[in-house]
């Protein structure tokens, strides 16, 4: 097992083509904050009372940048970063004036051998100087983010033997459903079977079926393709809406959540490849669900 602790899903980092067309997506559509845009092409934005759960890149080719992950301490980055170098990955630490203005702490970032996905660990962010304030959803956090993997399963051996991430769920041999251990939320991250690595979608917890229900109507009103649902999904028992932002990134709300306990959790199903598993209601995805988004290779 891992020698560290996960606190959450700490903040995904996007690349967009337009970024000031995807910063009033993701402020006046999904209803998250921004808290500065840098003429550099960075823009920062929240969900939360941290500093940023989204960071936005203008780039020409849409689609994952990096994926962090907030871990429980600053002696446990130290215990990642050295249980990391021991398995003979390259880990780097990220330089003290990007550290600084991406407002955290000490930072390391990697890859494993069997994905092309940059992943960055920190330990500490710097709060907002204000309150996030509800806006067009009752946001409650970054809930989890999904990549399509060319060698799915040899990327879910790796983290779930090296990284220390817990299996809540396989959908067939397609999805396999990961929480951050001990994060308690049925799924902080998940791997899904592709032909070659990238995106298949972002999460926002919202807090109630109604946030579900009216983002069906913003969305109709401003055009925003729904690509599946509104639904329910019987794996994690949440309610559901998929859309796509202006790259055609998939992007998801949902509302309700099973948790694990840290101690005698139950254990892992296999469910069928089943339409109904993912959603109860019998909805079926639109073309470009989960299909954009390449990953940036980062050597």
């Known amino acids: 097992m891992a020698p560290f602790r996960y606190s959450k899903p700490g903040y995904v980092a996007l690349n967009v083509t337009d970024l000031e067309k995807s910063v009033k997506f993701y402020t006046d559509i999904v209803g998250l904050k921004l808290e500065s845009q ?102 409650q956090r970054l809930g989890h983010v999904v990549i399509r993997c060319a060698d799915r399963d040899a990327v879910l051996k790796t983290l779930t033997e090296k990284l220390n991430f817990k299996v809540s769920d396989h959908f067939g041999d397609q999805v396999a459903f990961l929480r951050c251990f001990p994060n308690p939320y049925h799924h902080s991250f998940g791997v899904s079977r592709g032909t070659e690595d990238g995106l298949h979608h972002v999460n926002f917890m919202v807090t109630n079926v109604d946030d579900v229900g009216r983002a069906m109507n913003r969305m109709r009103k401003a055009e925003v393709p729904v690509v599946y649902g509104p639904g329910r999904h019987d794996i994690s028992n949440s309610i559901f809406i998929y859309f796509l932002d202006p790259d055609g990134l998939t992007t998801e709300y949902s509302c309700g959540m099973e948790e694990f306990p840290e101690h005698e959790p139950r254990e892992a199903r296999s469910l069928p490849l089943k339409p109904e598993i993912l959603d109860a209601w019998g909805g079926m995805p639109s073309p470009g669900f989960g299909q954009n988004g390449t990953v940036e290779v980062i050597k």
Not at 55 to 81: C, H, N, W
């Open 38 to 139: 840098h003429d550099s092409g960075v823009a920062y934005l929240r969900c939360s009372e941290d500093h940023h759960n989204l960071v936005l890149y203008r780039a020409e080719t849409a689609g994952i940048k990096r994926m962090a992950f907030q871990l429980e301490s600053p002696a446990d980055l130290e215990k990642a970063e050295r249980h990391i170098a021991a398995q003979g990955w390259t880990v780097r630490e990220v330089p003290a004036d990007e550290a600084h203005r991406l407002h955290q702490g000490r930072t390391i970032r990697f890859k494993i051998p069997e994905s092309t996905l940059t992943f960055e660990f920190y330990a500490e962010m710097a709060q907002a100087e204000t309150p996030f304030e509800h806006t067009v959803s009752k946001i």
